[in-house]
């Protein structure tokens, strides 16, 4: 299972990094992080934490859970609202390849958007749900 989340993360990123809507709205090349450097620029995307489970009765598939973190300093909500719907677009029912797995199927669940302990800043979550099936 480690195989196919790791399979999994990796080409959601190279999506992401390829999208113009994303790299609009988080530069080119856009700053999507796995955990981000000090000091990193903002707006920026973090790859959250991710769940994957056997799907009971296909043999080698796996449903998956990807949380994508939003950072934002900008004064309000709307900058998040921006790259939530760039996200979308990037990755509600896309396709694309993963290493050694085929694509079923990729949707949005939900985001969330609220204000963090500091002033200025504001995150946003997206989680998406992804099923994939081992060649």
């Known amino acids: 299972m480690s195989a196919a989340s790791w399979a999994m993360q990796k080409a959601v990123y190279a999506a992401l990094r390829v999208d113009a809507g994303v790299k ?11 955990d981000p450097p000090k000091g990193e620029a903002y ?7 991710g769940r994957v489970t056997p799907l009971d009765g296909v ?3 796996a449903e998956h859970e990807i949380r994508l973190q939003i950072f934002s300093r900008h004064a ?7 790259i939530i719907d760039a996200l979308y677009d990037a990755l509600h029912e896309a396709d694309f390849a993963i290493d050694g ?8 669940v ?3 958007i609220f204000k963090r302990g ?6 946003g979550a997206a989680r998406f749900r ?6």
């Open 101 to 108: 797995h085929r694509l079923v199927n990729i949707r949005f």
């Open 110 to 112: 939900f985001a969330d």
């Open 130 to 135: 992804a099923v994939t099936q081992a060649l």
């Open 43 to 49: 707006p920026h995307v973090v790859i959250g934490e």
């Open 24 to 34: 609009a709205e988080l530069g080119d090349p856009p700053r999507i992080f796995d």
């Open 76 to 82: 309000g909500r709307r900058e998040i609202r921006r």
């Open 59 to 61: 043999d080698g598939a």
């Open 118 to 123: 500091e002033a200025d800043l504001f995150q």
